[in-house]
């Protein structure tokens, strides 16, 4: 099952990035070329369905599964990056994470109006940066019609935060 993988690979971090969060860290996944394509396929078979014209990857760690289900979709793939990342003309969104508060970034051309779009990032916790990240879509006057995780941290609710949303979210393990 490929829950039980990624929890096996999966490490904690504590204290990071700052006292109290005992971060999960995928990037021993990174070094199993045979489970990054197990947690693609995985990922893709939970989309069936669902029609999406762009995968959206969330700064920096949602780049990285979010560009293989782009590929694996056969759609484009466009970054959301943290606040004066991206070099061309760009719409900004404020909001609050579980230990502070950040700015993402998409640039205004990335999406075209009308467009479904699937976000992807590594982690699900408040939920805060992937509401700000579907308020992004929105302002282009796009949909967003799904959320992909890896990893969804239940005990912090965030799933809670995107019902408003209306869209399928999807998570490979949840701790």
């Known amino acids: 099952m490929i829950e039980t993988k990624i929890k096996q690979v999966v490490r904690d971090v504590a204290d990071f990035p700052k006292p109290g969060i005992v971060f999960k860290d995928i990037t021993p996944i990174l070094k199993n070329p045979e489970l990054c394509a197990e947690i693609t396929a995985a990922l893709v078979i939970q989309l069936q369905g669902i029609q999406i014209d762009v995968v959206a990857g969330i700064e920096s760690r949602g780049f990285l599964f979010g560009m293989l289900l782009a590929q694996a979709l056969k759609v484009p793939f466009v970054p959301i990056r943290k606040a004066g990342k991206l070099p061309a003309k760009t719409i900004q969104q404020a909001y609050d994470i579980e230990y502070g508060s950040a700015v993402i970034e998409l640039h205004e051309d990335a999406i075209s109006q009308g467009q479904k779009v699937l976000i992807h990032d590594d982690l699900l916790a408040t939920g ?41 979210t999807f998570a490979l393990a949840s701790y």
């Open 128 to 168: 805060g940066t992937v509401a700000a990240a579907s308020q992004l879509v929105e302002k282009l006057q796009a949909e967003v019609v799904g959320c992909s995780f890896i990893i969804e941290l239940e005990f912090l609710a965030g799933r809670e935060r995107l019902k408003g949303y209306n869209l399928e």
